[in-house]
Nanobody
């Protein structure tokens, strides 16, 4: 069982930056691909970014490519999402997720194995 705890959400003006962090309880953290998803009110949860267990491979939604950067620190069991040039449409609850399947599989689905409780990101115009 992997427990995930997000932090770093908040209110920011359009054009600003935020950095989200996710701490994992699992000692075998390196067995899991890690990802970030988001869900805005009235909308389905959507994929944002993912990173392989080695940290070498990353994958982004087109809507955040070039603005968001996902990274991980396997020594600290953490994954981060640096969000720059934020837009009002980035407003959502952001969720950290983990999955033990291969990277090429997990980036094709929103059905990941483990989820955090979410952290609110609000971007004002």
């Amino acid at each position: 069982q992997v427990q995930l705890v997000e932090s770093g959400g908040g209110l920011v003006q359009a054009g600003g930056s935020l950095r989200l962090a996710c701490a994992a309880s699992e000692r075998t953290f390196t067995n899991y691909a890690m990802g970030w998803f988001r869900q805005a009110p009235g909308r389905e949860r959507e994929f944002v970014a993912a990173i392989s267990w080695t940290g070498i491979r990353t994958y982004y939604a087109d809507s955040v490519k070039g603005r968001f950067t996902i990274s991980r620190d396997n020594a600290k069991n953490t994954v981060s999402l640096q969000m720059n040039s934020l837009k009002p449409e980035d407003t959502a609850v952001y969720y950290c997720a983990a999955d033990g399947r291969t990277f090429s599989v997990v980036v094709t689905t929103t059905s990941w194995g483990y989820w955090g409780q979410g952290t609110q990101v609000t971007v004002s115009s």
